[in-house]
């Protein structure tokens, strides 16, 4: 598994996201061959999230004074989210320390190789990567895990991108065909207002806590994605129709799904993609 210390070295323009289908198309659910597979971990550690919010200006003048209060704002949220992010770095540590020793990148391997075994037509293959250049179809799973600016959130995210050989003007080329990004995330039951102590309760007795919920989190990975490789068009067309009820969970709103052999207290909303959001006892 290869180990990248920045996400977005990997991550398409968000434009070019909303282009992408999220879910397969018929013509390509089978192919000639089978699909190799590469698991890529984002960071060896746990990374934060932070969330600075709206910059908000009064001001709506056009022109040079317009261009100045754009750059202004625009400077003021870039030192807004360093310090953001300077302070949740300095947070992190104690459970970042006990996190150590812990192989999230052996439950990352395990995770995919089992989701993917699941759909019979899939013909996932875990084999060397130099055959991805030949195969009709490859696919990269990229997992990131992390925490919520207010460290009451312990999340693990799995990017799936399918690629495949499009003949064009004589020539073969890789192409994206699909994306779905899949969110597990474990919230603490009794939080704090104070992010240091949401660490503590996550870090406490060498990271129990948070060790149960990222195994829990991947958990819930391996049974979605095969939820989300099942899905057709039209399923994704009846999740977002206009009157289905939906559901806040994890901070998120959207419509609720569900799903067989579900967690306990487990909330499934679609919201871009699946996000499974599980509270956990402290």
């Known amino acids: 598994m290869r180990i990248l210390g920045l996400l ?3 991550a398409l323009p968000a434009a070019a996201h909303a282009d992408i289908a999220n879910v397969i198309a018929e013509s390509d659910r089978i192919v000639q061959g089978a699909r190799p597979v590469e698991v890529i971990l984002a960071s060896p550690e746990i990374q934060v999230s932070t969330d600075v919010g709206r910059v908000a200006s009064s001001a709506n003048g056009g022109g040079l004074l317009g261009a100045l209060i754009i750059s202004s704002m625009d400077d003021k949220r870039k030192v807004l989210e360093q310090t953001a992010r300077s302070k949740a770095e300095a947070t992190v540590g104690p459970l970042r320390a006990a996190l150590r020793g812990f192989d999230v990148e052996a439950l990352a391997r395990a995770t995919t190789r089992t989701a993917l075994t699941k759909p019979g037509w899939f013909q996932a293959s875990f084999g060397s990567l130099p055959a991805t250049a030949n195969a009709r179809q490859s696919v990269t799973v990229i997992y990131r895990y992390e925490t919520s600016p207010d460290f009451t959130q312990i999340r693990v995210l799995a990017d799936i991108r399918l690629n495949a050989l499009r003949s064009s003007s004589g020539t073969s080329q890789r192409a994206l065909i699909y994306r779905q990004t899949i969110s597990s995330i474990a919230v603490l039951r009794q939080p704090s207002f104070e992010p240091s102590e949401n660490v503590e309760k996550w870090s406490a007795e060498d990271g129990k806590l948070a060790k149960a919920a990222l195994t829990g989190a991947f958990a819930r990975v391996e049974e979605l994605i095969p939820f989300a490789l099942e899905l057709k068009s039209a399923d994704v067309k009846e999740i977002t129709a206009k009157g289905r009820p939906k559901v806040f ?20 909303l679609w919201k871009d993609g699946l996000v499974s959001v599980t509270q956990v006892a402290n």
């Open 8 to 10: 977005l070295a990997l």
């Open 249 to 268: 969970g994890g901070g998120f709103y959207g419509p609720a799904l569900e799903r067989a052999g579900a967690t306990a207290g487990e909330t499934l």
